[in-house]
């Protein structure tokens, strides 16, 4: 990306960008893609200062525990000197460590897109409440597609449970390719009734269900919960209902007015969704 | 009794996980406990280095994706080390007639005596090679690799630029077959296909299985062409393992009229270890006529993940508006998939339906 060259027009680019993420190698010398971070951070946030700088210090996996640490540390610090120099200390960079061969960079991108999403909060709380009165340990809303999720739960982030679930998308969908179109090859493995239930031999049961066209829940809980099912099932339906309501009303304000703030509360909109059949 | 030193000096050195000695070994010589050789059935793997085998092997048993078997290193390489160090560490009282050693892959492979189908053990073995230790290793022990043989795999690199020594070597192992196990289904496998022209590969495949055919009369053997990159490996690899079960037809019948009380679209019959598909039964068409190799390999993959967590999957079952699928572990070897495209069928009907079904003779 070349700054100089005219037709770059980086001042209309950015004023529509909500996150700017800069990846680093970190398996290569890192010295100049720091002054090009510095550069690039610096115009973009003279044009848009509500924007979320995210730093990518990439191809980790070729590198020792110590070692990461180590070049996070670095590179954070060289990049918050050089904009102290610059008199850019309000300019806030998050630095994240990924990798291509773990589930590092999806969970990197789902904190860059979370922190995009207005109504974070209440899909927070709405899968708070779910949760807690299911039975249910851990439940994350995720995008089918990308596999990134945009919502979880208060409770702490596993890495290997998360990937778990990237996996278990991953069988749903793909099996779904595989049976789950019509007889002329049309619909979508991925629709209204998807949904999927993994038993594993440690009393550990992973739940999928369809909530809208892109995303899905999955939750993690344990076999003696999920005998509980028809409850389950019962709260789901109610939790779809008010996902939907959340993002509905999302779209309404977001015509009215330009500017989000915090999350808007929720108005009891009939929509057209099809009712669940309560199993 | 307790570990031979070389043993103790093995394991520490981090070598990784203890293989079954590839030679039927008396049970219990020097402490090492072994599991009943005389009940298990060998699988030979047989080819030259740099074949493939060991690649084919983790992928089929091992679970590792194509991607991953660039990492694996020279197996005889390392065996010829292990033995060697083996020699020097013996204690005189061992002999040497009774050397103990292992077969250590570079790579920590998930199962330690990879076993399928009940009893049956795999046995990886390089021959043909430079490697004169190797030679003379594997002249002197011929007997004991080949006694008790169910099946032999041989793996032919065809790129391979000396056809007629591995036709040498092929027919020497056949000898020994002849001798040893003269009941043994032996299966030739024509590896790194994809290394081929796309136009070329039918025509090289036809020629390197006439050859094959007639070098190996009096015995049968049944060729199949592979490469790790497609579904060709795993359906040479279902093929073999389809003959292997000793009532296949018998176990298509029963799966039909299973299928027939439930109603159906397709059910699928898989070897636990390895997901390979052993038998099916369709009522309806399918549209994807590569849906096994997919569904093996979607199984698999995840498997590997659950293992990461120390966890198996044990039963799952998929829907959306058009079908719903179950997967459950059937018998001791096997798990079954159900298809159905009527998706308000409930799970408890399904399993009652698969219980009565175990139990009839």
């Known amino acids: ?279 | 009794m307790e570990e031979s030193d070389s043993e103790k000096k093995m394991e520490k050195e981090n070598l990784g996980p203890r293989m079954d000695p590839p030679i039927g070994e008396p049970e219990g010589s020097l402490g090492w406990v072994l599991p009943n050789t005389a009940m298990k059935k060998k699988v030979l793997l047989m080819g030259k280095s740099g074949s493939g085998k060991t690649s084919m092997r983790s992928i089929i048993f091992a679970n590792y994706i194509a991607r991953d078997t660039r990492r694996l290193g020279a197996t005889s390489k390392m065996f010829y080390l292990i033995v060697k160090s083996c020699d020097l560490n013996l204690n005189n009282t061992l002999g040497c007639s009774n050397l103990i050693y292992h077969i250590c892959f570079p790579v920590d492979v998930e199962h330690s005596h990879v076993r399928f189908l009940g009893n049956l053990v795999l046995n990886l073995w390089d021959c043909g090679g430079q490697d004169t230790f190797m030679e003379n290793y594997f002249t002197s022990q011929r007997d004991n690799i080949f006694r008790n043989v169910e099946v032999l795999i041989y793996v032919f690199d065809v790129e391979s630029r000396e056809l007629e020594k591995d036709m040498h070597y092929y027919q020497s192992c056949l000898e020994a077959i002849l001798q040893n196990s003269p009941d043994a289904k032996i299966f030739c496998l024509v590896h790194k296909m994809d290394l081929v022209q796309e136009d070329q590969r039918d025509l090289i495949f036809k020629e390197r299985e006439e050859d094959l055919r007639r070098l190996s009369r009096p015995l049968e053997c049944s060729c199949f062409r592979t490469s790790i990159w497609d579904e060709t490996l795993y359906k040479a690899w279902s093929s073999i393992v389809y003959q292997l079960i000793p009532n296949v037809q018998q176990l298509e019948m029963n799966l039909r009229n299973f299928a027939e009380i439930i109603e159906a679209d397709e059910v699928l019959l898989f070897e636990r270890a390895t997901f390979l598909v052993i038998s099916h039964y369709q009522c309806k068409e399918q549209r994807d006529a590569h849906r096994f190799e997919k569904i093996s390999n979607i199984i698999k993959q995840f498997k590997l993940s659950c293992s990461k967590l120390a966890a198996s999957f044990q039963s799952m079952e998929v829907r959306n508006s058009n079908f719903a699928a179950f997967i459950d572990i059937f018998t001791s070897n096997t798990y079954v998939m159900v298809v159905m495209s009527d998706p308000s069928i409930h799970i408890p009907f399904v399993e009652s339906v698969r219980m009565n079904w175990k139990d009839q003779p």
């Open chain 1, 1 to 279: 990306m070349d700054f100089f060259d005219p037709t770059f027009d980086y001042e209309m680019i950015f004023r529509g960008t909500g996150a700017l993420i800069y990846v680093i190698d970190a398996q290569d010398d890192y010295m100049e893609a720091l002054t090009r971070l510095h550069i690039t951070v610096s115009k973009a946030y003279k044009v848009n200062p509500d924007m979320n700088f995210e730093v990518f210090i990439h191809k980790v996996d070729g590198l020792s525990d110590d070692h990461k640490i180590e070049t996070q540390r670095d590179i954070h610090q060289r990049a918050n000197d050089d904009l102290a120099d610059a008199g850019l200390e309000k300019l806030h960079l998050s630095f994240y460590l990924t990798s291509i061969y773990d589930h590092s960079i999806f969970e990197a991108f789902s904190k860059v897109v979370q922190k995009l999403i207005p109504q974070l909060l209440t899909l927070e709380n709405l899968l708070n409440i779910f949760i807690s009165d299911s039975g249910i340990e851990k439940a994350f809303l995720f995008d089918v597609v990308s596999k990134i999720y945009i919502a979880t739960d208060s409770s702490p982030v596993d890495m290997q449970s998360y990937e778990l679930r990237c996996d278990m998308i991953d069988v749903v969908i793909d099996v779904s390719c595989i049976y789950g179109l019509k007889e002329d090859g049309s619909g979508s493995a991925y629709d209204k009734e998807s949904m999927a239930i993994i038993k594993l031999n440690n009393t550990t049961v992973l739940y999928l269900k369809e909530v809208t066209k892109f995303l899905a829940l999955v939750c993690i809980l344990r076999e003696e919960s999920f005998e509980r099912k028809g409850l389950i099932d019962y709260n789901f339906h109610c939790f779809r209902k008010a996902i939907h309501e959340v993002f509905e009303v999302g779209v309404t304000s977001h015509r009215s007015c330009s500017h989000q703030t915090s999350a808007p509360s929720l108005k009891a909109l009939t929509h057209n969704g099809t009712p669940r059949n309560a199993v």
